[in-house]
């Protein structure tokens, strides 16, 4: 069975198709700069060398169009016929509370998410765009969503609800909803299974650590805290956003510079982080080379980011009543073995103990870079979210194809 993986941004469609249940990856690609000048589709084939084509996209239709054109073109496209994809899995930010889990696309799925487009005006329109587009161009094929939030509905009300006026949740349903949950549940099942140990015996603390940053406490295989909260702003310090901070900061600056809300908004989403208190960029290998040339401010940045990645596993081993693994995955968690290190000195109270020597020889590549003493494993695993929605599109759809 072949099943195509999108994820739709703002201005890009990302695609992968797989074979499953083989999970074999027959094509992938990225459709940048949608609606704006100079769009590219950088597309590659297995066992082929990488294709770019510049083209005019005006809008996901168009993108869409062109992705399904080149997966099935003579030279370069991995399949003959558009009919032989056989299933559609979207990776959708906001379900809600309404999705637990991943579901099949309907009418009444489309339009709960595009009421869910009022909590991540970001991310939802172009997932839409995204469904609307395979809508038209595939029409009879079934298509998948695959929820951000979905793996963080089993967080109980009292580690998901703020205390402030419970009328808010009532009216607006303002609550912690938690993000990157397909990242935080293929790496929690991957590391149990590397360590060979049922994932519902296990308290497993994920740390998904890129351009934005989570951590999550997975107990039992269920998610019990997370550390992004009713918008992907809360928690870790990121490479923009600020992550934590008391709200008092933005009403003090607000009425002290006379901002608006939304010059708060971008303050705080697109120039804190890393790059706000570094002032150098939001990039990680930027911050090292500036630390390692002596730059002070570098240095701060990352150790307010190694400091509150510290508190929070610390509280989330207090959340579950201890920890059998650690996991660090994205960007930054799969390649930067110096965070790693920082992150876990002096947690061997925990039952922490890295092992030096290995953890500086894994770069983006599975391992467990704990001692063999050490009470708690840490493990890296790669995340691959796109292959958790060809897995999940797979099963629901398996038979109806
Ligand atoms: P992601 O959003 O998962 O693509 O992760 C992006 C982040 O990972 C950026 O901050 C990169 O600087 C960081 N990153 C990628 N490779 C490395 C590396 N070798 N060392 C440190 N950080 C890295």
């Known amino acids: 069975m072949k099943v195509l993986v999108i994820n739709s941004g703002s201005s890009s469609i990302k695609y992968q198709l797989f074979l499953m249940p083989q999970e074999k990856i027959l094509a992938r690609g990225l459709l940048e700069k949608i609606g704006l000048s100079g769009s590219m589709l950088h597309h590659s084939r297995e066992e082929s060398s990488k294709i770019e084509i510049s083209t ?12 399904l054109e080149t997966l099935s073109h003579p030279q370069y496209g991995a399949i003959e016929q558009i009919d032989e994809i056989n299933a559609v899995g979207h990776r959708i930010v906001h379900g809600g509370e309404k999705y637990t889990a991943s579901c099949l696309v309907n009418d009444n799925l489309v339009s709960a998410v595009r009421k869910f487009c009022e909590l991540a005006p970001l991310h939802n329109p172009p997932n839409l765009a995204g469904i609307e587009a395979c809508e038209e161009l595939l029409s009879s094929v079934p298509q998948v969503a695959v929820f951000d939030t979905a793996f963080h509905q089993t967080i109980a009300d009292h580690a998901y609800l703020y205390a402030i006026p419970y009328a808010y949740y009532e009216k607006y349903r303002v609550r912690r ?3 990157h949950g397909t990242s935080h549940r293929y790496v929690a099942l991957r590391a149990a299974r590397m360590l060979g140990k049922p994932l519902t015996e296990l308290k497993i603390i994920t740390c998904h650590l890129g351009n934005g940053c989570s951590i999550t406490a997975v107990k039992g295989g269920r998610s019990v805290e997370t550390s992004m909260g009713f918008t992907p702003l809360e928690g870790l310090v990121m490479g923009t956003r600020s992550g934590d901070l008391d709200p008092a900061v933005a009403f003090y600056l607000m009425e002290k510079l006379n901002l608006s809300v939304s010059e708060m908004k971008q303050i705080l989403n697109r120039e804190s982080g890393l790059l706000g208190v570094s002032e150098i960029g939001n990039d990680m290998r930027d911050i090292w080379k500036a630390k390692e040339a002596g730059n002070p401010r570098a240095d701060l940045s990352l150790r307010i980011f190694w400091h ?12 579950m009543n201890g920890l059998d693994i650690l996991v660090f995955t994205a960007g930054i968690g799969e390649n930067d073995y110096r965070t790693r290190q920082k992150v876990c000195e002096g947690m061997d109270y925990l039952g922490i103990e890295i092992d030096k020597k290995k953890n500086a020889a894994v770069q983006g590549e599975k391992a467990i870079i704990s001692a063999a003493s050490s009470r708690a494993k840490v493990l890296v695993v790669p995340t691959n979210e796109e292959l958790m929605i060809a897995r999940d599109t797979y099963e629901i759809t398996k038979r109806k194809t």
Do not use: N, P
Request: hydrophobic share 40%; glycine share 12%.
């Open 56 to 67: 005019e996209i005006k809008d996901h239709h168009q993108g869409l169009r062109i992705v």
């Open 177 to 179: 909803y938690g993000f």
């Open 308 to 319: 509150r990645l510290k508190k929070y596993i610390g509280a989330y081993a207090a959340v």
